[in-house]
């Protein structure tokens, strides 16, 4: 009689899988650096904000923070995606992100200094925005040279746990230290976090981009190009739409302070709990993202998260319960993580690699500019009738768009990570 021996069923995995952080040194070294750096990053947002109202006492000024950031990020997210894909990547990485040490230097030097220069901030504001988007594109085309394809939607899962928990735990680290010990300490502290980032770029290998598929190499790549290239691509261009669709049409963020005080008769604290909601659902959809890696149709999982997304808001606009707004807002939250992490894995896997710093690039814009959008829809349809036909509408919108792009273009839902098609 044979013996036979039966493999234990492998459990169905919940929590983040960290293998790329395990096995991976160059992605552990890039995804720490980051993960400090936008920690430092959210501090110094919330005190050149905190800054500014204190130099001029007028929210307007500080309004236009965000205009300085904006131009910036579209007008080189496309530029920076082309230089990526013509020198050394991880050279660009390396000098962008000394460019933004500098400018943290110099902001921790000029308070030290004694000097309340609006124009320097808002300066300073922009240069930073120039050299994030420099460091972007350059950053995110690495991940699919550093890990193998099977890792990418673990590692995409990480990188939202990055973003995620710098837009919380910066700002809130931001407003104590601040408030302990002044601006200088903020901006000291984020110059300081910035080592990290530059010693993960030190320690990367040569990242030139591989143009063997070009069939000769170019001196420069084209922005031009790299639009042509999306053009033709339909399983790319929908990874784009849909994300607008969630972005401009459902993002009723700039309401909430109306919504705050109109639906549930709150205060300035309950802005603020609505303003993290989304953020802690994204980082709870990171954190319990273990079961993302067995999915393999990308396309679907896109459709349905960005659906999500809709609905939860459509439904938030409909409550009038805080508890109950805040549960729908970070379940919208967690539907984004799901989105991203496919998206991004998608703009990795079926790009190749001579194009995709220009298709980051293109991530940048959309990223940078879908928002803004966003905010300026949901507040003119709220003054032309009122914030819950803005927030209810927008929701609904977003899942009709969704779902007519879906059969715009059917492959979409058939993509599979198996076998990736532009």
Known sequence: MTETTEQPARRPRIFADLTPLRAYPDYRRLWFGNTVSWIGQGMTALAVSLQVYDITGSAFSVGLIGFCSLVPLVVFGLYGGAVADTVDRRKLGLFSAAGSFLLALVLALATFAGVENVGLLYAIVALQA????????????????????????????LSSMTTTTGALVGPMLGGLIVGWWGYRAAYTVDAVTFTASLY?????????????????????????DGLRFLGTRPNLRMTFFTDLCAMVLAHPRALFPVVAVVWYGGDARTTGMLVAAP??????????SGWLGRIRRHGLAVLLAVGSWGAAIAVFGLTRHLWLGLLFLALAGCADTVSMVFRNTMLQAAVPDEMRGRLQGVFIVVVAGGPRLGDFLAGSVADLTSPAVAVVGGGAACVV????????WRGFARYDARDPQP
């Open 279 to 288: 953020a802690l659902g994204a980082l709870l959809g990171g954190v319990f």
């Open 200 to 224: 993960a770029m030190w320690r990367l290998p040569s990242m030139l981009p591989d143009r063997k598929a070009e069939g000769e190499a170019r001196k420069r790549a084209s922005v031009t």
């Open 130 to 157: 120039v050299c994030f988007a420099l460091n972007a594109p350059a950053r995110s085309s690495m991940i699919a040279r550093l890990l193998p394809p099977e890792q990418l939607p673990a590692a995409n899962a």
């Open 401 to 408: 768009a969704v779902g007519l792009l879906a059969l715009k």
